[in-house]
């Protein structure tokens, strides 16, 4: 075994007695990797043929959507596919072959000289151990390391994450430690033994876009202090962009594009890649359609003799689908699966159907919230007791309870026919605030005025009015449809209850269920039988079938692939011109909610904090608040800014400060007391752009970063 | 298996052999023979006959009480979990006093108030299974609740009756029914228990628990008394569990948390 | 984590409430009257009357629950009616024959039930794994009286090795023979017991196994063993503890039953006694004895589970 020469040195920084890699030399070389497995459904083939190079020093990003393999590749590379696995081809790390390994050798690997970080930091620490521990053990088994220069390494290692106060997370236990927290627990873990290569599978995928960019950011910042080599595995081409060197472009198992980022995600070759980027909205792109790819993923039971992505292909010829696709180079270390990926053209596009004028505010809007607050009251463990007497005999003890304004005082009107957008992190109280107005979240305080008539807190019998009207689409398909029931008959007994739309005979359902894009005979399926995307068609099928003037969409587009995403955006938009419906529309995602909406609101902590037209959302006079999420969110285009000294928030969860502005606490642009004892004045700049803050107007339209902004600003307005 | 059993006690009154109550004198201790398959009684009773009938008990009982456990938890446990507040409170705490009886004594403390009967027998094991059905069908129903299918009933204006029964009770019904059926071999084996200490079934009644209560005397001359209804005891509730485990494997694996 | 505690006491406290009021309420409603079956069949009505003034059966229910209560708070739960002596050391007499019973018959439940629930675990789907299934089947499918029963017919009657009932006196017999007349009633009881252990521990040890943590420790380079001893177990032992709680339950049942089987003095078989004869005193004491012990055992389970699950001993930071 090797082992560590300057173990007992104090130096975080420590050399380990090892071959020593060269920047730029190949560190990882994936040959014809090829993976099935075995399922109850037949022989699945998960990989076919995939081989990559990753070199020292630099970062490779493996992009797919879900069912594309790309987690598989990380679990191969590990040795931590199950007993159902059969694996073909090479991966060799500095010469050895990982994929022939026997275990025993295989175990002295992982964790020495790979690490990984998997997708869900809130269950990837063992709950019963202290954090500290879990990190400190690899030193400890693969070094020998005595647990106290392990534990002082570890508290080095978590002080490097960007931890404030690295010791007492170290003898914390996990649950005590917020998502991101965590995450860099996980990552400082993975990094402890100085491994030459590090996997991240989805490591930010379950955290808000502000943690993402700080992780991003360490990341980054740790490969190159440690001449580090990454296998970054996402499904997100924005955090690609912010990350990647290369990138690796898998679709149903097979690599169809590799190359450089700027050339991959700037000069997009293989239809697939150019489809995606097609169908991903943009932050502060002009309004565009966006573009979804048809159909759905292949049968992987079967691979097709053809090109793989035949069947979806725009550009398809008989050709494609009678000879197989090889990789070949477009020029040198960008190759591409297609053989005709030059002649092509760009991704076609998807015309509007007519245009629409923009709804203006007007004295009979469809939905008004005056001072909306809506409280929760949670039972705090070790907040105290009082004593109560109880049934007048025994003093019981009750636990104080915390009070929570989930929607802490909001004002909104929206106008018929208008797709408001509410955007905000979790915590921000957005999905409270979509169930309070529907009248679904029990009693509240402030009022609720629905087509001019006053719906507060009436009760579930005087609302009939209001339950046919309003509808909700969900956010995740898996959960929103009873699976015990026939979508057909989940639509009719919608259509039957209220009685607008139809009688709910079975010709009324399926005119509906085909209005939401499905073919004939989906009438008699279950939940189970269907895609995300089409479960997500039915939950708004289901919302149309009691014929409503207003639909609250809670995220209804965050569990689904980007590019089933956009056939949903885009079919939201159709029933939105078509049937004259107004939206709500709520999303943690700043693109979408600015591509789809016509006005957004920003949420933090219960409070809007900004509010106006799309695009002067998006661009200055910002809210600080709108301002670092802008910054955080990633971008796919190459050429999107990236600023040096971003504006960061201070720590990752939400805190709240009652009296004053709600951002206080975390505002990098905090000018002083003020901003936590008062609260903010409403700034109103042109077009109805309102922002909360104590800066001065004047010094919101000076946003240091974007010069330029006084032009925008001009333009967007009207 | 299951099936056999279940058709051989149904059947019983038709194919048994002998008469299960009927004393004679001249064949009693009798050992296993070609006449009487597993011997004969310290009053000349056919061994078989009586098994074959107490499997009608057996069985009987036991899907009887944990009828009678579903029929009172099941609702109490919905409303608990769609509810909540006050009634789950309420229904809940319920729940913790039976629950602080041991289960036998539950069973003891209801037969022993008055003079044993079968169908006392039955009520009393059903209600010692009521507080683990209350509790399981209430965890289901809050997952259930969560959905936002349920959610989505509500935005449309459903009743509760209708959430209720239409919504949540299909949903919840398959982790009911799977652990119901190993409710069933609990409830025989408890309804033995009771017999065999002499508050269920009483004499001249075939119940498996009683026959080996009155046949641990003769343990000595005439052991096949005792071992023949505890080996049908034993064969009947492997039957059952193996049913409930593929129950258990057809409807949600993940169920394995809730026993 | 004091007021956790400080909750759970008190919720015990009243669950005791009840159940005693419950077991009062009914015992109250027993058939036959207590003074008429105390007089004996004879007696004219002066002396039951009599009878019924001294032991206050005029008196509203209320206030006789009252005084029952307050006096069995004091260790005082009456006169038994058939034996004519007080209830209390009788109770304390046998509840001690029967604590040692139920004692080792724990201890054996939670080495083997734990020890085979893991094992098998470990050795999922191997050949060791379907064996001790099996074997669990036979455990939890079969009653403990007919084990008991088959116990009696092989070691004491065919072999003779031990004695089939009764308990042995410390002083009289010696360690050896007082021990030998424990061993088949704590076997029979262990039995039954383990094999329920056995399988919910395999099953939460598994779920731990192929949890997202483990796959992470895996990914680590950890070994195995360690993984299994210093990941797993530890958080599968969680809610063991719960389930032995419950067991502790089945263990107290499945006394009254090992104890009619082997005839052991303890007080499972006095409590059937005063059911046969209904002796109400006695009934009530032997109830509210075993409840009181479940309890506590359920209060210890809720204690030891507290301290050893981080997210109740410490909260949020």
Not at chain 1, 160 to 172: F, K, L, R
Not at chain 1, 409 to 435: A, C, Q, T, Y
Not at chain 3, 93 to 103: D, N
């Amino acid at each position: 075994m090797r082992t560590l020469r300057d173990f007992t040195s104090d130096s975080a920084h420590w050399v380990k007695e090892q071959t020593k890699v060269d920047k730029g030399a190949t560190l990882l070389s994936v040959e014809e990797m090829s993976l099935a497995y075995d399922s109850d459904a037949g022989r699945i083939s998960a990989l076919s043929s995939v081989s990559f190079d990753l070199k020292a020093g630099r970062t490779m990003a493996l992009v797919g959507e879900s069912g594309s393999g790309k987690s598989s590749v990380a679990k191969a590379l590990m040795g931590l596919l199950g007993s159902n696995a059969s694996l073909k081809g090479r991966a060799k790390l500095l010469g050895t072959d990982l994929l022939s390994l026997p275990e025993e050798q295989h175990v002295q690997f992982r964790g020495r000289d790979i690490g990984i970080v998997f997708q869900d930091p809130f269950t990837s620490l063992n709950p019963g151990m202290r954090v500290g521990q879990q990190i400190a053990e690899p030193l400890i088994w693969h070094y020998g390391a005595d647990p106290e220069e392990a534990m002082r390494r570890t508290v080095a290692a978590l002080a490097a994450m960007g931890m404030p106060d690295p010791e007492q997370v170290a003898t914390a236990y996990p649950h005590q430690l917020s998502g991101g927290m965590q995450q860099r627990a996980l990552i400082a873990g993975a990094l402890i033994c100085d491994p030459k290569l590090l996997i991240l599978d989805e490591p930010t995928t379950a955290l808000d876009v502000t943690v993402e960019a700080r992780i991003l950011e360490l990341l980054e910042q740790t490969r190159n202090d440690r001449n580090l080599s990454m296998l970054f595995i996402t499904h997100n081409l924005g955090v690609v962009n912010r990350i990647a060197d290369d990138v690796c472009v898998l679709y149903a198992g097979e690599v169809i594009e590799i190359g450089p980022k700027d050339k991959v995600l700037g000069n997009p070759s293989h239809p697939y890649t150019r489809g995606l980027l097609a169908s991903l909205p943009l932050l502060r792109g002009e309004r565009r359609r966006i573009a979804p790819i048809p159909g759905g993923f292949p049968d992987l039971r079967t691979r097709p003799s053809g090109c793989i992505f035949a069947d979806r292909c725009p550009f398809a010829e008989a050709d494609c689908t009678s000879t197989r696709q090889s990789l070949r180079a477009l020029r040198p270390g960008h190759e591409v699966r297609c053989w005709k990926s030059e002649s092509t053209g760009a991704w076609p596009e998807v015309k509007r159907k007519g245009t629409r004028a923009r709804p203006v505010a007007s004295d009979t809007p469809i939905l008004e919230a005056r001072g909306l607050r809506k409280v929760y009251h949670r039972r705090v463990p070790g907040g105290g007791v009082t004593w109560e007497w109880k049934a007048g005999i025994l003093p019981l003890p009750t636990l104080q309870t915390e009070a929570l304004a989930a929607v802490d005082g909001i004002d909104l009107r929206l106008e018929r026919g208008e797709i408001l957008g509410i955007v905000g992190e979790s915590g921000s109280g957005k999905s409270s605030f979509g169930r309070t107005i529907l009248q679904l979240n029990g009693a509240y305080s402030g009022q609720v005025l629905f087509n001019n008539g006053d719906v507060t807190n009436l009760t579930e019998a005087e609302l009939t009015d209001l339950r046919s009207k309003t509808q909700m689409v969900f956010q995740n398909p898996d959960s929103s449809l009873n699976p015990r029931r026939r979508v057909g008959e989940a639509i009719a007994r919608a259509m039957r209850l209220h009685d607008k739309v139809g009688g709910g005979t079975r010709e009324d359902v399926e005119r509906l269920i085909e209005r939401v894009g499905l073919p004939q005979g989906y009438y008699d399926r279950y939940p189970s039988q269907l895609s995300g995307g089409e479960k997500q068609r039915i939950g708004i099928a289901r919302a149309l079938a009691t014929g409503p003037e207003f639909i609250v969409c809670d995220e209804p587009v965050s569990g689904l692939d980007v590019s089933v995403q956009a056939t949903i955006l885009n079919l939201l938009e159709e029933l939105r011109d078509e049937l004259g419906l107004s939206y709500v529309f709520i999303s943690h995602d700043l693109a979408v909610v600015g591509h789809l909406s016509d006005r957004v609101a920003v949420m933090y902590a219960g409070r809007i904090v900004e509010i106006g037209q799309a695009s002067q959302v998006q661009a200055p006079p910002f809210h600080p608040y709108t301002e670092v999420l802008l910054e955080s969110a990633p971008d796919p285009r190459p050429s999107a800014v990236r600023r040096e000294n971003k504006l960061q928030m201070r720590g990752d969860t939400v805190s709240r400060s009652p009296a004053g502005c709600a951002f206080a606490a975390r505002c990098p642009r905090k000018i002083g007391t003020i901003c936590e004892e008062t609260a903010p004045p409403l700034r109103t700049f042109d077009g109805g752009h309102t922002i909360a803050c104590h800066i001065s107007p004047d010094d919101l339209v000076r946003s240091p970063q974007y010069p330029e902004s006084e032009k925008d600003r001009t333009s967007d307005s009207q | 298996m299951l099936g056999v059993l279940i058709a051989l006690s149904l059947l019983a009154p038709f194919i048994i052999p002998y008469d299960p109550v009927a004393l004679d004198i001249t064949s009693r201790l009798q050992p296993p023979s070609t006449a009487h398959w597993l011997g004969t009684d310290e009053y000349g009773r056919d061994v078989l006959s009586r098994i074959l009938m107490g499997g009608k008990l057996s069985l009987g009982l036991g899907f009887a009480a944990t009828a009678v456990s579903l029929l009172l938890g099941v609702p109490l446990g919905l409303w608990a979990g769609y509810r909540g507040g006050r009634y789950e409170e309420l229904i809940l705490r319920g729940c913790d006093v039976l629950m602080s009886f041991p289960p036998i004594m539950l069973g003891l403390l209801i037969l022993a108030v008055t003079p044993p009967a079968m169908w006392k027998l039955i009520i009393a094991v059903g209600i010692v299974y009521v507080p683990a059905t209350v509790r399981l069908t209430r965890a289901v129903t809050l997952e259930i609740v969560s959905e936002e299918f349920i959610l989505a009933a509500r935005v449309r204006g459903e009743r509760n009756s209708y959430i209720l029964l239409k919504e949540i009770l299909p949903n919840a019904m398959a982790p009911i029914v799977v652990e119901a059926s190993l409710r069933v071999t609990f409830a025989i084996l408890l309804g033995a228990a009771l017999s065999f200490i002499g508050l269920g079934a009483q004499p001249p009644s075939s119940d498996w628990g009683l026959m080996i209560s009155e046949a641990r005397p003769l343990l000595d001359s005439a052991p096949w008394i005792a071992l023949a209804p505890g080996f049908a005891m034993g064969l009947t509730v492997i039957a059952v569990n193996l049913l409930g485990d593929g129950l258990r494997a057809t409807f949600d694996p993940k169920l394995r948390r809730h026993n | 984590m004091s007021i956790y505690i400080l909750r759970r006491l008190m919720g015990i406290t009243g669950v005791l409430v009840v159940i005693s009021m419950l077991v009062f309420a009914i015992t109250q409603i027993m058939p036959g009257d207590v003074a008429n079956v105390l007089a004996g069949q004879f007696a004219d009505d002066a002396t039951i009357a009599a009878i019924e003034e001294r032991l206050g059966l005029k008196d509203p229910f209320y206030v006789q629950y009252f005084n029952w209560a307050v006096s069995a708070l004091q260790g005082d739960f009456g006169e038994s009616m058939v034996m004519e002596q007080p209830v209390s050391p009788m109770i304390a007499e046998a509840f001690g024959r029967s604590l040692v019973l139920a004692f080792f018959a724990f201890i054996l439940v939670v080495i083997f039930g734990i020890g085979i629930g893991v094992w098998s675990a470990v050795r999922r789907d191997k050949p060791t794994d379907h064996a001790l299934s099996m074997f669990s089947y036979l455990g939890i499918s079969v009653p403990e009286f007919f084990w008991g029963i088959v116990c009696v017919l092989l070691f004491a009657r065919l072999l003779g090795w031990l004695p089939s009932g009764g308990a042995g006196n410390l002083s009289e017999d010696g360690l050896l023979g007082w021990s030998a007349h424990l061993v088949l009633p704590v076997l029979t009881l262990t039995f039954t017991l383990v094999a329920h252990v056995s399988r919910l521990t395999r099953s939460s040890m598994i779920e731990a196994l192929d949890s997202q943590y483990v796959l992470n420790a895996r990914a680590k380079g950890l070994p195995e063993r360690h993984i299994v001893r210093g990941h797993a177990l530890r958080n599968a032992l969680l809610p063991s503890i719960t389930v032995l709680a419950i067991d502790v339950g089945w263990l107290l049942g499945n006394i009254v039953v090992v104890e009619a089987v082997f005839s052991y003095p303890g007080l499972g078989r006095l409590l059937l006694f005063a059911i046969e004869r209904h002796d109400l005193p006695l009934i009530q004491a032997g109830i509210l004895v075993i409840a009181l012990v479940y309890c506590l055992a359920n209060l210890a389970a809720d204690l030891l589970y507290a301290f050893l699950n981080p997210k109740i001993r410490y909260g949020q930071l």
